[in-house]
């Protein structure tokens, strides 16, 4: 009970922030609209082309836009060394670990929610009955993205250079969740049956339970390390 | 009871050696005050005790719980008043005592909130966020959480500093009424003569050694 109390104290407060400050969403959704502003222009003249790689094109928008809220998460418990107190907490560091990554999940998911009819709108995609399985997908792969991220947001964040650090070691680990999650939307957008690309729906549940597990588990020692 | 013990203590940052070979033992109802130049080693030390840095060797405890394994039990047991002030900026006063209290696994009703604020002169300010705090505000805030946390043990880093006078008055106030209900308080201070009135012991740490320090401890203990 005393966990989970943890767990819901630490989401309300990285939620509550954010509705305030505004800081991170806002820098998340300028960043991924360039980046579709620039493929968008990009492919303009081959549509055909765009059609073929666009299931890349909205994983990497997403995945360096998460990046961007990952990489705050941490860093703003910085100031007022809020962190050491975060330390302090004389509950599991797991409760803390789980806060975050529902908060962080929040964001991320809430930004490619946004995004997403940015993409239909800027590169004609017919989606409509694809919508629920699109939505599983991201939802699934933002699961792993935020688990790893979070611990990778905590082990760098008093780090000098932890800007550059997060991207480079966060992005080889989560090459896996990144090629499911690109296959299983490549499949649906292109309307292929789901059995045709299931294996990589299930295979994104499995690195989900994987990377929550380990992340939960190695949190701790870098809680206290 | 011994409430804080340090034996052959340590810690070095490269080859700087901050602390070395500090022993120490401070009792339940004690108020122990340490010195020292900038950059000694005072604050190392209270973030040893407060289990926010492993020693380079030696060991420590708070209430007898080890300090490489009992760590949990420590944390429970104390509170750290650092530097930081441990606030969220964004948050108002009220929410961030809700938030770092429920973190403790305490809940304090809406009135014992308000009787903290008030307590600490800044309970007009209690729906305003601590962005707009000045550091004074801030260190009274940090002091409200404390006394609604009542910890048995209070480390307290430097705890005049950007206060007035009024507020020194209220966090000497809160230090003795710690150390009588048996609570041990132990702090890094600059202030020999705030000290003096609330200090049973002080040491001075030099060159990374803990020493005695006589300042001429004169505690007084009627509660105002």
Request: include cysteine; hydrophobic fraction near 50%.
């Amino acid at each position: 009970m005393a966990f989970l109390k943890v767990v819901q104290w630490i989401v309300w407060k990285d939620l509550v922030t954010e509705i305030r400050s505004r800081e991170t969403i806002s820098s998340m959704v300028f960043f991924a609209l360039i980046v579709i502003l620039i493929f968008s222009f990009s492919f303009s003249m081959n549509q055909q082309a765009a059609q073929e790689v666009i299931a890349g094109i909205i994983w990497v928008a997403f995945a360096f836009t998460g990046i961007i809220g990952l990489g705050k998460s941490f860093s703003s418990e910085l100031q007022n060394d809020c962190l050491e107190s975060l330390q302090m907490v004389p509950a599991p560091k797991g409760a803390i670990f789980l806060g975050k990554v529902t908060a962080n999940f929040a964001f991320i998911f809430v930004v490619e929610i946004l995004l997403f009819p940015m993409f239909v709108i800027f590169f004609n995609l017919d989606v409509i009955e694809e919508i629920p399985i699109l939505l599983l997908i991201f939802f699934l792969a933002t699961i792993g993205l935020s688990a790893v991220g979070t611990l990778f947001s905590a082990l760098t964040v008093q780090i000098r250079a932890r800007e550059v650090m997060l991207p480079i070691l966060l992005l080889p680990l989560v090459v896996p969740v990144m090629i499911a999650a690109v296959e299983a939307t490549k499949g649906a957008l292109h309307g292929d049956p789901f059995s045709l690309y299931r294996q990589w729906v299930e295979l994104l549940s499995i690195f989900d339970v994987v990377f929550t597990v380990v992340s939960f588990w190695l949190f701790e020692f870098v809680m206290d390390s | 009871m011994t409430a804080i013990s340090a034996t052959h203590l340590s810690k070095s940052f490269g080859h700087y050696h901050v602390l070395q070979n500090i022993s120490i033992e401070i009792a339940q109802g004690e108020c122990f005050a340490l010195f020292g130049p900038n950059g000694s080693g005072k604050t190392t030390l209270l973030k040893i005790f407060a289990t926010l840095q492993r020693p380079t060797s030696g060991h420590m405890a708070i209430l007898g719980h080890d300090g490489s394994q009992g760590k949990e039990e420590i944390r429970a047991s104390l509170m750290f008043l650092a530097h930081g002030s441990h606030l969220y900026e964004d948050l108002n006063a009220i929410e961030n005592l809700q938030f770092a209290l429920s973190l403790r696994g305490l809940s304090p009703s809406d009135h014992e909130i308000k009787v903290a604020l008030d307590r600490v002169a800044i309970g007009a300010f209690s729906e305003m966020k601590v962005r707009n705090f000045s550091a004074g505000m801030k260190k009274r805030l940090a002091l409200a959480k404390a006394t609604l946390a009542q910890p048995q043990v209070l480390l307290l880093d430097e705890p005049f500093s950007a206060l007035d006078t009024a507020g020194m008055e209220i966090m000497q106030n809160y230090i003795r009424e710690v150390v009588h209900r048996q609570g041990t308080v132990l702090m890094s201070t600059h202030d020999s003569d705030k000290t003096r009135a609330i200090a049973h012991r002080a040491g001075i740490i030099r060159k990374g050694h803990l020493e005695p320090y006589d300042i001429g401890t004169s505690p007084d203990y009627g509660l105002s």
